[in-house]
C-alpha cells in the first residue's frame, strides 16, 4: 500500500518534498505496550496508513481517487461519495432492477481495483437501501448477491455518522442526536464537577469543541 500511494502522489504531480516527507511518515514505525504499570521495549510495526492523524486523512483521499475517477468514468447512472476511507455508491434509475445491477456492477470494479492496490472491502459492512417514498409501486425484496453473501434491504443506512430513512424521514437520526447529546452532557457534567469543580471556561471550551462541532458536522452533512 505504502509504494502505491507513493506513486498516486507523484502521478498526482505532488511535489518531491511532500513525496518524500510522506515516504518518511510511512515508515519505521514503533509502538509499545503498557500492562498494570509495566511498560514493554519499543518494538517496530507495519502499519498502514494510520487513521489517527490529521494527515492520514489526506493521504487516504489521494489513495482512493483513482477509484473514485474510475466508477464516474463508466458515464452511467451513479454519484460516488467518499470521506477517506468510507465510499458510498448512489445509483439512480426508474427500475429498482437497473439499479442493483448497476451496484453490482460497480462492486467488480472495486474489487479489480482493490487487487491492484493492496487493499480489501469489508463485504460483511454492505448495507443496501432505496430512496423512495411510495414503496408499493416496487419489489422492495430485490437484495444484491455479493459472491458469497446476500445484501438485504435496509430501512434506514447510516452515512458519515448521519441516519438515512429510505422514505426520508428524519426521525430514527433526530432519535440519535438526541440519545448522543443525553451522553455527552452526563459526560460533561461528570467531568466538571469531579475535575475542575466549577470552571466554566474549561467546560464551554470542550462543549464548542467536542459537542457543538459534532452537531454541526452532521448537520452539513
Given at each position: 500500500?505504502?509504494?502505491?500511494?507513493?506513486?498516486?502522489?507523484?502521478?498526482?504531480?505532488?511535489?518531491?518534498?511532500?513525496?518524500?516527507?510522506?515516504?518518511?511518515?510511512?515508515?519505521?514505525?514503533?509502538?509499545?505496550?503498557?500492562f498494570?504499570?509495566?511498560?514493554?521495549?519499543?518494538?517496530?510495526?507495519?502499519?498502514?496508513?494510520?487513521?489517527?492523524?490529521?494527515i492520514?486523512?489526506?493521504?487516504?483521499?489521494?489513495?482512493?481517487?483513482?477509484?473514485?475517477?474510475?466508477?464516474?468514468?463508466l458515464?452511467?447512472?451513479?454519484?460516488?461519495?467518499?470521506?477517506?476511507?468510507d465510499?458510498?455508491?448512489?445509483?439512480?434509475n426508474?427500475?429498482?432492477?437497473?439499479i442493483?445491477?448497476?451496484?453490482?456492477?460497480?462492486?467488480?470494479?472495486?474489487?479489480?481495483?482493490?487487487?491492484?492496490?493492496?487493499?480489501?472491502?469489508?463485504?460483511?459492512?454492505?448495507?443496501?437501501?432505496?430512496?423512495?417514498?411510495?414503496?408499493?409501486?416496487?419489489?422492495?425484496?430485490?437484495?444484491?448477491?455479493?459472491?458469497?453473501?446476500?445484501?438485504?434491504?435496509?430501512?434506514?443506512?447510516?452515512?458519515?455518522?448521519?441516519?438515512?430513512?429510505?422514505?426520508?424521514?428524519?426521525?430514527?437520526?433526530?432519535?440519535?442526536?438526541?440519545?448522543n447529546?443525553?451522553?455527552?452532557?452526563?459526560?460533561?457534567n461528570?467531568?466538571?464537577?469531579?475535575?475542575?469543580?466549577?470552571?466554566?471556561?474549561?467546560?464551554?471550551?470542550?462543549?464548542?469543541?467536542?459537542?457543538?462541532?459534532?452537531?454541526?458536522?452532521?448537520?452539513?452533512?
Amino acid at each position: 500500500m505504502h509504494v502505491r500511494l507513493l506513486h498516486i502522489l507523484k502521478m498526482k504531480r505532488t511535489s518531491n518534498y511532500i513525496v518524500k516527507w510522506a515516504c518518511s511518515f510511512l515508515k519505521n514505525w514503533e509502538t509499545s505496550l503498557r500492562f498494570n504499570e509495566q511498560m514493554s521495549d519499543m518494538r517496530k510495526i507495519n502499519a498502514d496508513i494510520l487513521q489517527r492523524f490529521f494527515i492520514s486523512l489526506i493521504l487516504f483521499l489521494f489513495f482512493n481517487a483513482s477509484l473514485i475517477e474510475k466508477c464516474e468514468a463508466l458515464r452511467i447512472k451513479i454519484k460516488v461519495l467518499n470521506f477517506v476511507n468510507d465510499i458510498n455508491i448512489l445509483a439512480y434509475n426508474r427500475f429498482i432492477e437497473e439499479i442493483c445491477r448497476t451496484l453490482s456492477r460497480m462492486h467488480d470494479v472495486c474489487t479489480k481495483w482493490a487487487c491492484t492496490h493492496d487493499t480489501t472491502f469489508a463485504s460483511e459492512k454492505y448495507e443496501l437501501t432505496h430512496f423512495i417514498r411510495k414503496s408499493k409501486r416496487f419489489d422492495m425484496m430485490i437484495s444484491i448477491q455479493i459472491k458469497s453473501s446476500v445484501i438485504k434491504l435496509k430501512s434506514n443506512v447510516q452515512v458519515l455518522k448521519v441516519q438515512l430513512n429510505m422514505k426520508l424521514r428524519w426521525n430514527v437520526h433526530l432519535r440519535q442526536i438526541e440519545a448522543n447529546h443525553i451522553t455527552w452532557m452526563l459526560a460533561l457534567n461528570w467531568l466538571k464537577v469531579f475535575t475542575w469543580e466549577t470552571i466554566f471556561t474549561k467546560v464551554r471550551q470542550i462543549y464548542s469543541i467536542v459537542i457543538r462541532s459534532e452537531i454541526a458536522f452532521k448537520a452539513s452533512v
